[in-house]
């Protein structure tokens, strides 16, 4: 049985937590968290050690796999501890607030000879999943274009807000879901060497000086192009969506879109990560962990690392995303097409 620690003890780390409990041959035994009664708490629940910080989990010798899911700027920091210790890790998306930094985070594990995964999560959804099986049997022909929204109202926690801690907005939070999922049918043989960006501070003024929605087309050296939209802006719950289209057809997924809706008069408690009502017409998505790749993603990197084999997704795949999002970054200042560096 695969040892598991938790740096975090916030929304994303209850999401891997609760992942966690689909896997077989893994079991989360340690968590921390930056605020001590926080932690307490986390490990009450999930019936875990509870430690005092990254540096006593990574000692812990029960503990083989490391798993960040921290803010975007302690992840440099953790991968250097959890390197010093030579435990595996896994780091939630992005993986860096930028691509000079996501590349220290790569040199680090590299240098320290441990396995590492990057856990974007959108690429095991299993509506993504079987949009990729139906793409890769030609059932399109040959893949075109993609377009992908993802959007919410905005963040749930004060640090994503801070554009100039986190290091970007909406589409850094977001768009890097979406780049990696058009990396993921387009082929990662097939570079992103092109990009033109827009952004801006539509409705939040008042939380923050990052974008609040932006929109990014991506050139492929193949010739293909990708439409990244990325929103804080969007009332009403989640948006998750793509549409592929091929020279044969198109498909398109919407993993948003649950079996279950209704007009509520009373509020029935929670029904969908970020909604913004609790009456009137709601659109609840049951098992939000399985349903957005949470927990096919966890088996899969436990799967490779038990096998000692790379992960479909590294902390190369998180590089290329970072770099790719500093490129569209710079579209947004000079308004122009800008290479892929």
């Known amino acids: 049985m695969i040892g598991v620690g938790l740096l975090g003890s916030g929304f994303i780390a209850e999401t891997y937590a609760d992942s966690l409990l689909d896997v077989r041959n893994a079991e989360l035994v340690a968590c921390c968290s930056r605020n001590p009664e926080r932690a307490r708490a986390f490990a009450e ?14 000692a812990d010798p029960k503990v083989q796999l490391v798993v960040i899911a921290l803010p975007n700027e302690v992840h440099l920091e953790a991968v250097e501890i959890a390197a010093r210790h030579r435990k595996a890790v896994i780091c ?22 441990v396995w590492h995964g990057y856990a974007e999560s959108a690429v095991f959804s299993p509506n993504i999943a079987k949009a990729y099986e139906m793409v890769k049997a030609g059932g399109i022909g040959d ?24 290091g970007g907005g909406a589409l850094l939070d977001m768009g890097c879901h979406t780049v990696e999922s058009a990396r993921h049918f387009f ?15 539509m409705v939040h003024r008042d939380k923050t000086t990052g974008e609040d929605a932006s929109i990014a087309l991506l050139k492929f050296a193949g010739g293909q192009l990708a439409t990244i939209e990325s929103s804080w802006i969007e009332k009403g719950g989640m948006q998750l ?24 008069g009373k509020p029935v408690g929670y029904t969908v990560e970020k909604a913004d009502a609790e009456t009137g017409w709601v659109y ?14 966890m088996r899969h990197f436990t799967d490779c690392f038990a096998a000692g084999t790379a992960p479909s997704e590294t902390f190369e795949d998180g590089v290329i995303v970072n770099r790719i999002i500093d490129a569209c970054y710079r579209s947004m200042r000079t308004r122009r097409w800008e290479e892929v560096t």
């Not at 082929?187 to 501070?201: C, F, I, L, Q, Y």
Request: proline share 6%; charged share 25%.
């Open 143 to 166: 893949l075109l274009t993609m377009r992908a929204r993802e959007a919410h109202s905005g963040p749930h926690a004060p640090h994503f807000w801070d554009a100039e801690t986190a």
């Open 92 to 113: 939630t998306k992005p993986l860096a607030r930028t691509g000079e930094e996501a590349q220290r985070m790569l040199d680090i594990v590299q240098r320290a000879g």
């Open 284 to 297: 609840p998505v049951p098992e939000e962990t399985r349903a957005y790749g949470f927990s096919q993603q």
């Open 187 to 201: 082929g990662k043989d097939n570079p992103v060497t092109e990009v033109m960006a827009w952004g801006a501070t």
């Open 241 to 264: 969506r793509h549409e592929l289209v091929g020279s044969e057809g198109r498909i398109v997924t919407d993993t948003s879109v649950g079996p279950v809706w209704g007009f509520v």
């Open 45 to 58: 629940k999930w019936q875990v050690t509870a430690h005092a910080d990254a540096e006593a989990l990574c």
